[in-house]
Antibody
Framework: QLQLQESGPGLVKPSETLSLTCTVSGGSISSSSYYWGWIRQPPGKGLEWIGSIYYSGNTYYNPSLKSRVTISVDTSKNQDSLKLSSVTAADTAVYYC?????????????WGQGTMVTVSS | QSALTQPASVSGSPGQSITISCTGTTSDVGGYNYVSWYRHHPGKAPQLMIYDVSKRPSGVSNRFSGSKSGNTASLTISGLQAEDEADYYCNSYTSSSTWVFGGGTKLTVL
């Protein structure tokens, strides 16, 4: 059974770079059928798509975050990673990684449990 | 890109039916049959309930159904149960090759 697990620092200082990793277990991140996405939820607010990556490295980003976001994939570790630069308090959120069936179901079908990241000095 | 528009809250009694709307534009909801719906219990991972406007993933109850008319998609839950109390989000593909969520709807089972 495929599982996703987010990991990374729970506290980041303003202006620094937020870095998170999503580890895929029970399946291969290199499958040609899937993209891998990142979604976040600020406290008291709704879900926001951050971006998605294909195992080959092809990426798509939310235009509102594009200048600060980098998503990458490490097939040898079965992981993908999110980096968000120049963070502010507005980037405080629960960050989820998810399997993105971009080409087939056009939906996010398996999600990690999420990890809370707080931006504060 | 702007979030899709959902009502902030809806409510219903056990056994009743409710419908949650999700309004976008011709560049997202109206332009593609790639609308999905998610149920989110706070503190847990969101769960896919509907994809491609009206299709149910394996294991999702047939009490959940989806539809679309023009720029508005809808999620209907029939036979409301206590476990349905959660936040619900729609999501759509856009003409910019991006994805956008709705603002979310809190469902209260009275």
């Amino acid at each position: 059974q495929l599982q996703l697990q987010e990991s990374g620092p729970g506290l980041v200082k303003p202006s620094e770079t937020l870095s998170l990793t999503c580890t895929v277990s029970g399946g291969s991140i290199s499958s040609s059928s899937y993209y891998w996405g990142w979604i976040r939820q600020p406290p008291g607010k709704g879900l926001e798509w951050i971006g998605s990556i294909y195992y080959s490295g092809n990426t798509y980003y939310n235009p509102s975050l594009k200048s600060r976001v980098t998503i990458s994939v490490d097939t040898s570790k079965n992981q993908d990673s999110l980096k968000l630069s120049s963070v502010t308090a507005a980037d405080t959120a629960v960050y989820y990684c998810a399997r993105h069936l971009w080409l087939t179901l056009h939906a996010f079908d398996i999600w990690g449990q999420g990890t809370m990241v707080t931006v504060s000095s | 890109q702007s979030a899709l528009t959902q009502p902030a809250s809806v409510s219903g009694s056990p056994g009743q039916s409710i419908t949650i709307s999700c309004t976008g534009t011709t560049s997202d909801v109206g332009g593609y049959n790639y609308v999905s719906w998610y149920r989110h219990h706070p503190g847990k991972a969101p769960q896919l309930m509907i994809y491609d406007v009206s299709k149910r993933p394996s294991g999702v109850s047939n009490r959940f159904s989806g539809s679309k008319s023009g720029n508005t998609a809808s999620l209907t839950i029939s036979g409301l149960q206590a476990e349905d109390e959660a936040d619900y989000y729609c999501n759509s593909y856009t003409s910019s090759s991006t994805w956008v969520f709705g603002g979310g709807t809190k469902l209260t089972v009275l």
